[in-house]
Every structure is written in C-alpha cells, then in structure tokens.
C-alpha cells in the first residue's frame, strides 16, 4: 500500500534527522551539516517529486493558475467557468493577474518558473525563521528538518499551489507586528487574506488587542484591492465567485480527506463515504450544533491563553499569540485545505529550535503535535472494514487533531510567560524538549 510506505519513508527520515540534531547538541562534528542537508533532499525527492497518492503533479498550476492567468485578460467571464469538485480557479479575480506574465510562455517553462519561485520562497522563510530565532548550530538543523519534513508543505509544492509561496509574506508579517511595523505587518495579513481567505481572522484579532494601526492597514488593503478587481472586472464576476465558491463552502460542509478544519473533523466522522468528494454536502442539525460547540470551545481556550497575561510584552510573547490565532485559524475556518498546515512550520521550528518554552508534561504532547501535522499527505484505504471505519471517521482527520493539540501547547506556552517580563527559554521553571 503506497500511503503506509510513503508514512514509513516519511518516519525513517525524521528518526533520522532526530539523531543527527541530537548528535550536533551533545559533539557538534563536520560531518553533520551535510547529513541533514542529505536528510532534507531525500524529503523533498520524496514526497514533492515522487507519487505517493492523489495528488497531481502540478495539478492546481496547470488547472487553475495557468489557465487563469490567460483567461483574466482574454475573456474573464469565463474565470470560473468549471465544475467545483475539480481542480479550477478559486481566488478573487484579481489574483489571475498574478499569472498572466507565466502564460506569455509556454506551459512547460512556466511550470519551471513557478516551481523555482516556490523553491526560493520556502528558502526565504527558512532563512527568516532562522534569522529571527538567532538559531545556531544544531538549533538550525532543526528548523532546515522541519521545514523538510512538513507533508504539507511539500504537498503544496508538488501541488503547485501558492500556500508555501507566502511563507516568506507569512514570516515577515508576524515579525514586523511583533516589532512593531503595524502599517507593514497590516498589509502584509491583507494580501494573505486575499489569496488565502481564513487570515481575514487575524483582524478581530488585531482589533481586540488594540493594533489600530495595524488594523486599519488590513482593512483598508483588503478594500483597496477588492474596489481595483471590482474596478477591473465588474461587479458580476464578483457576484459569480461569491455565490460558487464562498457561499456554499462557507456553509456547507466538505468531507474530502484533505479538508482538515474541524468542520471537515466533523464531516469525516458523521458523513462517511465521501473522502474524494470535493462537493459541499447538505448537512444535518446535527453536524452544525457539533461543529459549532467545537469551534467555540477551542476560540474559547485561545482567548482564555491570549489575554489572561495581557497583552504581550516581548517577542516571544509576541510569536506565540500569533501563532496561537494562526492555528485557531486552521482550526476554525469552514475550509482549511491540509496543505495550509505548512503556515505552521514556523510555530514548530521555534519548538524544534528550543526557542519556545514548554512546561510540564507539555514536552511530551509537542513532539505528537509536530509528527501528526507533518506527515505526508496520502490517502490510507484499508479492505477491512473496522480499521477502513477508523480510519475514514477518525484517524484521516490527523492534521485537525495536530492542530488541536498544538494549539494547546501554544497556549500553555503563552500562558506560562509571566505578564509583562520576558518570556525566555532558560527560565528554570521551564522544561525544554529533550534533546540527549
């Protein structure tokens, strides 16, 4: 079965940059950098390159992306003119724009094109996250291993999606909000939410803690581009994209194997037998109240994390607030694709790096946390009815499960920060992930 050896190969490759991170912390050698560099390479031979399952090489490129960027300026009424359970265009008019300079070449080079900006964008964020966490030695191996060994994240590369194309906008964004650049960090979180609507979470967010610069920059981003794709393309065309694709994903649910939010968890487990339906499906009362009490309940625990200490006072307080909202955002939304689950590389890099305290028997759930968020993404189908059973209702959901449990840990991090003094990662009352 190819999903368990791509989950073996996947397990192979993180026992083994595991050991050699562990290693370079006890006698840092030569030999170690090259070896998890190796380690990163075969990761990304393996699971970008190499056909473990359903995903289509290139697939939302060529479906999606390309097609739209020449259609945008020859006939845009025709943008969203296909069916919704397959690979089509999905984003604001404007955003075809973004790809018509890819079609004024062939198919071929532009897919080349593409899939170097990725490859350079994920080097980016990489960089930045190491930047900002001043990580060294082996503290940097650890973020190269988890960057590479994030399923969704090379998903979305083989993909040819754009979710690991904006880590570097992701990245830059939270630094500057944490030190304080609002204008910069408002505009970047309103280009996020254009291409990629569940950010639009992080202006309540802002509003709340009272970032009024920041939340005005959102805002009024988010206006000025949807006025100018308005301006461009008409109002019916707008019309058009709201009624097919917002509407209905918005309310209905989606129970495909790679929706991972918890109204897909509640899909999985009450409406069986649609793991390859990309359909919004007539849901039950039922599946709303769930859905609902789920969604209020983990809101619930990150507001209680956010603001019980007050607002953050330095940076790590900072990076942990936003990467709670970021999680909660995964979390909440009514369609997070698993691929989005690369966004919280960063969040695991600063556990990886020890650059995030954790506390208590909290080191025991982070290492479940990043290993359940990081696998590949496959679709395990078993003849056997009770295990096909648990997997399809329970097990399949494993991303939204890893999402829950590193929320939790992101807040009992931001909770365990003592208001207004400097949250650090030698504070003795701390335990760090074992690492000998």
Not at 293 to 309: E, K, S
Not at 327 to 349: D, E, R
Request: proline residues 7%.
């Amino acid at each position: 079965m190819r999903a368990l050896g791509a989950y073996a190969v996947w397990a192979a490759l993180a026992v083994a940059a595991l050991a050699i991170v562990r290693a370079q912390r006890r006698r840092p050698a030569a030999w170690q950098p090259p070896a998890i560099a190796t380690v990163a390479a075969a990761s990304v031979m393996a699971f970008a390159i190499v056909s473990w399952g359903r995903a289509t090489p290139l697939g939302d490129f060529n479906k999606a992306y390309y097609p739209a960027g020449a259609m945008i300026l020859s006939d845009p009424s025709r943008l969203y003119e296909c069916d919704v359970s397959n690979l089509c265009f999905v984003n604001l008019p404007l955003v075809a724009l973004l790809f018509t300079p890819l079609t004024m070449m062939a198919r071929l080079p532009a897919q080349l094109l593409f899939t170097a900006i990725g490859a350079v964008a994920v080097a980016a964020a990489a960089w930045l996250t190491i930047r900002e966490l001043d990580a060294r030695g082996a503290d940097r191996s650890a973020i190269v291993a988890a960057f590479a060994l994030n399923g969704p994240l090379l998903y979305s590369i083989r993909l040819g999606n754009l979710t690991h194309v904006l880590l570097p906008c992701l990245a830059i964004a939270i630094v500057s909000l944490a030190g304080g650049r609002e204008a910069r960090a408002g505009v970047l979180f309103a280009v996020l939410t254009v291409i990629k609507p569940p950010f639009l979470l992080f202006l309540p967010y802002l509003v709340l803690r009272r970032r009024t610069i920041a939340a005005v920059a959102f805002a009024a981003t988010v206006t000025l581009i949807v006025t100018a794709s308005m301006a461009l393309f008409g109002t019916e065309l707008h019309k058009l994209w709201l009624a097919t694709f917002i509407g209905p994903f918005a309310a209905r649910p989606v129970a495909a194997y790679n929706v991972q939010s918890i109204s897909g968890l509640v899909a999985h487990f009450t409406m069986p037998g649609h793991l390859t339906d990309w359909t919004p499906l007539e849901a039950p009362a039922m599946f709303n109240a769930a859905r609902y009490v789920l969604v209020l309940a983990v809101t619930a625990i990150a507001a209680i994390a956010l603001f019980a200490r007050g607002a953050p006072r330095d940076a790590t307080a900072h990076r942990l607030e936003l990467n709670c909202v970021l999680v909660l955002m995964l979390l909440a939304s009514p369609l997070t694709w698993s691929h989005y689950y690369a966004f919280v590389v960063p969040a695991l890099a600063a556990y990886a790096s020890r650059r995030t305290p954790v506390l208590g028997a909290w080191w025991m759930i982070v290492p479940l946390a990043a290993m359940l968020v990081s696998l590949p993404v496959v679709l395990p189908l078993l003849s056997a009815p009770i295990p096909a059973a648990l997997i399809e209702r329970v097990l399949i959901s494993h991303y939204t499960w890893g999402g829950i449990l590193l929320l939790g840990c992101l807040c009992a991090s931001r909770l365990a920060a003592p208001r207004g003094h400097r949250t650090s990662t030698h504070d003795p009352s701390s335990r760090e992930l074992p690492h000998r």
